[in-house]
């Protein structure tokens, strides 16, 4: 897979049937359509399905610009979400995940990469294409929630938060690590 073959565009929209596409009938995993850390857990279940993919095209079709979408060619292929973290209310409910300190961020909630264009690369640069997305949305600090793997592999449903290795290698930082293998790290843009 070459790198000049990947093009990234921010979920708009008119982009809707490919996130529908990329997502399949699972809603990427297990029924999510990327609404787990929007609403609490209890919400989630009672949602889980076609009334996540529901509210999740309305904060689409409003122009929300939630995440990014990478495409070969013509076909969606890969999902990275962004938003300001105040969206993503869940997140405060974490131990691990909960705020650094009281700067407004962005956050990095959700990487989805279609299965055979995994381990290439790609989860890079969906979490850098959605950083420059949340500057250009005014953003000053982006941050993410990934897995830093220690000695294991954990299955693809397990990482969606993404994999800290992808997070270092276009320039964010461990800001806190309440987890050995959960750290909270951050970019300035």
């Not at 790198?3 to 529908?20: G, L, N, Q, S, V």
């Amino acid at each position: 897979m070459s790198d000049k073959k990947i093009h990234y565009f921010p979920a708009t929209a008119d982009r809707w049937d490919d996130i529908e596409k990329l997502f399949g009938e699972r809603g990427a995993c297990g029924g999510c359509w990327c609404m787990t850390w929007r609403q609490s857990a209890s919400e989630f279940q009672a949602n889980k399905g076609d009334k996540n993919r529901a509210m999740f095209r309305k904060i689409v079709k409003r122009g929300a610009e939630p995440g990014v979408l990478a495409y070969s060619g013509s076909e969606p292929v890969g999902w990275c979400a962004v938003a300001p973290r105040d969206q993503f209310p869940r997140l405060n409910n974490s131990r691990v995940w909960a705020p650094v300190d009281e700067q407004p961020v962005w956050a990095i909630t959700c990487l989805f990469v279609k299965k055979e264009f995994r381990n290439h690369g790609l989860s890079a640069k969906l979490v850098e294409a959605a950083t420059k997305l949340a500057k250009k949305q005014g953003a000053k600090i982006v941050e993410g929630y990934p897995q830093e793997l220690k000695a294991k592999r954990l299955p693809d449903a397990f990482v969606w938060t993404g994999l800290a290795t992808s997070f270092t290698k276009v320039g964010f930082e461990v800001a806190v690590r309440r987890s050995e293998q959960k750290p909270v790290m951050r970019k300035k843009v």
